[in-house]
């Protein structure tokens, strides 16, 4: 099982976009100081990767760029996975995830986020904290976009299973990843699927290994990468020696130990001795081998528990700050709804203000065609009445009873004038009031009959309504005494909740239905208060209006 898991020691993945990583970076030394993080060919590469990332790092913080930031994060936390140091390279991931937190959703957060989660379970399974191993790896699964990232998250589910000596398990996740191989062109990956796979079939006493072993040492060569043929000599070794060939066991891990001279790795070289202490013939060195396995798998298991407790610990720290900032959304959501109100109030009364003004506009021009009116009406009907008289005066032309009978009639049309225009007291027995009015103009040749008036419930119209119903009446019926020579004048009086309907007709000469003058006036009247009045006229068929308010 050991040689197994030491073949995914150097195996971490990076799905992050460099594309857009390394703008405005120096390319050619970002890239060189990437592949030393990735693909390590000894101890140096990874110290010298370290230090290149962790100043980057600084700088990306000092100048405020978290994206920059994860992804120095990302490689400085695998340097650390490979060193062995895995709280670090815990606490590294942590701090990039609060970062990326937040960052708006993006292709290259979802990606760096998987990577990160990937590294999270490999930390988690050199722990031998399974069920957290195999919940970041579920996480990453979830978001795969590719045949690449999600044959790179089988192969390392299968390390999950092989900790536990699950080899059934790590054969059913490592031909899930064999199963995507026509669709990758990694070499390197290939390498791992096949030599992990191999490794599977070998614990597990199929002959198929060695087959497998071998395809991916022939690739791993060509390329030259030292970490991942280590993994290949180890693998080898085991399998030769299970099957009894020492000589061909030892070969490799010779091999092995070669190259973690190499390579510089103390767990490498570690792992190397363990594979040559089996094969030898001395009992105290097999003693010693069994022994520290066995210490070390207790200092790991103590680890454990303090890592995730740290781990909890830092989630729940996460939780806490998620939960500030929802607090902090929904208290910039109800500012941004009281500022819409006291908006939404201030416009209010901006339109209030703006129709009163507006409203106050029509008012004094309705007072000026009144005055208009008025001095029109003093202008045509007294002021050339008094200037006839004063002209009979001169000439002595007319007796005196002429000249009285003159002088009444003037004195008639100045109180009608006076009296369409001067104040009037609604809120007293409006009834009466209308009453009073229509009977004014009733004569020996004119009969006025009214129906209903009494049924109106005037207590409850506005005042200006009443006012406004008075003053059209007034209109309709000068205008019938002056105009009409009708005999008989009738006015209808309904209402319907608060609607006040009144029908006029009378027996008069009619007319063309030409608006003008009075009823023009009356007419505006009806308007000012959002009220109607039409007009239905003919020669000689007398004359209908109908109020509505």
Same mark, same amino acid.
């Given at each position: 099982?050991?040689?197994?898991?030491?073949?995914?020691?150097?195996?971490?993945?990076?799905?992050?976009?460099k594309?857009?990583?390394?703008?405005?970076?120096?390319?050619?030394?970002?890239?060189y100081?990437?592949?030393?993080?990735?693909h390590?060919?000894?101890?140096?590469?990874?110290?010298?990767?370290?230090?290149?990332?962790?100043?980057a790092?600084?700088?990306?913080?000092?100048?405020?760029?978290?994206?920059?930031?994860?992804?120095?994060?990302?490689?400085?936390?695998?340097?650390?996975?490979?060193?062995?140091?895995?709280?670090?390279?815990?606490?590294?991931?942590?701090?990039?995830?609060?970062?990326?937190?937040?960052?708006?959703?993006?292709a290259?957060?979802t990606?760096?986020?998987?990577?990160?989660?990937?590294?999270?379970?490999?930390?988690?399974?050199?722990?031998?904290?399974?069920?957290?191993a195999?919940e970041?790896?579920s996480?990453?699964?979830e978001?795969?976009?590719?045949?690449l990232?999600?044959?790179?998250?089988?192969?390392?589910?299968?390390?999950?299973?092989?900790?536990?000596?699950?080899?059934?398990?790590?054969?059913?996740?490592l031909?899930?990843?064999?199963?995507?191989?026509?669709?990758?062109?990694?070499?390197?990956?290939?390498?791992?699927?096949?030599?992990?796979?191999?490794?599977?079939?070998?614990?597990?006493?199929?002959?198929?290994?060695?087959?497998?072993?071998?395809?991916?040492?022939?690739?791993?060569?060509?390329?030259?990468?030292?970490?991942?043929?280590?993994?290949?000599?180890?693998?080898?070794?085991?399998?030769?020696?299970?099957?009894?060939?020492?000589?061909?066991?030892?070969?490799?891990?010779?091999?092995?130990?070669?190259?973690?001279?190499?390579?510089?790795?103390?767990?490498?070289?570690?792992?190397?001795?363990?594979?040559?202490?089996?094969?030898?013939?001395?009992?105290y060195?097999?003693?010693?081998?069994?022994?520290?396995?066995?210490?070390?798998?207790?200092?790991?298991?103590?680890?454990n528990k303090?890592?995730?407790m740290?781990?909890?610990?830092?989630?729940?720290?996460?939780?806490?700050?998620?939960a500030?900032?929802?607090?902090?959304?929904?208290?910039?959501?109800?500012?941004?709804?009281i500022?819409?109100?006291?908006?939404?109030?201030?416009?209010?009364?901006?339109?209030?203000?703006?129709?009163?003004?507006?409203?106050?506009?029509?008012?004094?021009?309705?007072?000026?065609?009144?005055?208009?009116?008025?001095?029109?009406?003093?202008?045509?009907?007294?002021a050339?009445?008094?200037?006839?008289?004063?002209?009979k005066?001169?000439?002595?032309?007319?007796?005196?009873?002429?000249?009285?009978?003159?002088?009444?009639?003037?004195?008639?049309?100045?109180?009608?004038?006076?009296?369409?225009?001067? =104040?009037?007291? &609604?809120?007293? /027995? @409006? *009834?009466?009031l209308?009453?009073?009015?229509?009977l004014? +103009?009733?004569s #020996?040749? !004119?009969?006025?009959?009214?129906?209903?008036?009494?049924?109106?419930?005037?207590?409850?119209?506005p005042?200006?309504?009443?006012?406004?119903?008075?003053?059209?009446?007034?209109?309709?019926?000068?205008?019938?005494?002056?105009?009409s020579? =009708?005999?008989i &004048?009738?006015? /209808? @009086? *309904?209402?319907?909740?608060?609607?006040?309907?009144?029908? +006029?007709?009378? #027996?008069? !000469?009619?007319?063309?239905?030409?608006?003008?003058?009075?009823?023009?006036?009356?007419?505006?009247?009806?308007?000012?208060?959002?009220?109607?009045?039409?007009?239905?006229?003919?020669?000689?068929?007398?004359f209908?209006?109908?109020?509505?308010?």
């Amino acid at each position: 099982m050991k040689s197994l898991k030491t073949s995914f020691l150097f195996f971490v993945l990076i799905f992050i976009n460099k594309q857009n990583l390394f703008a405005q970076q120096r390319l050619d030394s970002l890239a060189y100081y990437s592949n030393k993080a990735l693909h390590p060919q000894n101890y140096n590469d990874l110290i010298d990767s370290y230090d290149f990332f962790n100043k980057a790092y600084s700088e990306s913080i000092e100048n405020q760029k978290p994206k920059k930031s994860v992804h120095n994060l990302y490689y400085i936390a695998s340097v650390e996975y490979k060193l062995g140091d895995y709280n670090k390279s815990e606490k590294s991931i942590v701090k990039a995830i609060s970062l990326l937190d937040k960052l708006p959703n993006s292709a290259f957060k979802t990606q760096t986020r998987n990577s990160l989660y990937i590294l999270m379970g490999l930390i988690y399974i050199e722990q031998r904290n399974e069920s957290k191993a195999v919940e970041f790896y579920s996480k990453a699964l979830e978001k795969a976009e590719n045949p690449l990232d999600s044959a790179k998250i089988y192969n390392n589910m299968s390390l999950i299973y092989a900790e536990i000596n699950d080899f059934q398990k790590v054969k059913q996740e490592l031909e899930n990843a064999y199963n995507l191989l026509p669709r990758i062109e990694d070499a390197l990956t290939k390498s791992n699927i096949l030599n992990n796979l191999g490794a599977a079939e070998n614990e597990l006493d199929s002959t198929k290994g060695l087959d497998l072993l071998l395809k991916a040492l022939d690739i791993r060569e060509s390329v030259g990468d030292n970490s991942t043929m280590y993994s290949s000599y180890a693998h080898l070794s085991d399998y030769y020696y299970k099957i009894n060939n020492k000589v061909e066991s030892k070969k490799y891990a010779l091999k092995a130990f070669e190259l973690a001279e190499i390579i510089n790795s103390p767990s490498y070289k570690e792992n190397a001795l363990s594979l040559l202490i089996r094969l030898s013939d001395d009992n105290y060195a097999k003693k010693y081998k069994i022994l520290n396995d066995s210490l070390s798998n207790a200092k790991q298991q103590t680890k454990n528990k303090f890592a995730l407790m740290k781990y909890d610990a830092s989630e729940a720290n996460r939780k806490a700050l998620v939960a500030q900032l929802e607090n902090a959304r929904l208290k910039n959501t109800r500012l941004v709804f009281i500022l819409l109100l006291i908006f939404l109030v201030f416009a209010a009364l901006l339109i209030y203000f703006i129709l009163r003004a507006k409203h106050k506009k029509e008012k004094l021009q309705q007072v000026y065609i009144t005055e208009k009116r008025i001095s029109k009406k003093v202008h045509d009907e007294v002021a050339n009445d008094v200037y006839h008289v004063m002209t009979k005066l001169q000439s002595n032309a007319n007796d005196n009873e002429s000249v009285l009978d003159d002088l009444e009639g003037i004195y008639k049309r100045t109180r009608d004038i006076s009296k369409e225009n001067s =104040a009037i007291e &609604v809120d007293k /027995n @409006f *009834n009466e009031l209308i009453n009073d009015l229509l009977l004014s +103009y009733k004569s #020996n040749e !004119v009969s006025i009959i009214t129906r209903n008036n009494s049924k109106i419930n005037w207590d409850g119209i506005p005042d200006i309504k009443k006012t406004t119903i008075y003053r059209v009446l007034q209109e309709l019926m000068t205008n019938m005494r002056k105009h009409s020579k =009708a005999t008989i &004048v009738v006015l /209808n @009086f *309904n209402q319907l909740n608060k609607k006040v309907t009144i029908d +006029y007709s009378d #027996n008069g !000469v009619g007319c063309n239905s030409i608006k003008s003058g009075g009823l023009l006036n009356a007419e505006n009247r009806i308007k000012s208060i959002n009220g109607t009045l039409t007009f239905e006229s003919q020669i000689n068929k007398g004359f209908k209006a109908q109020i509505k308010i």
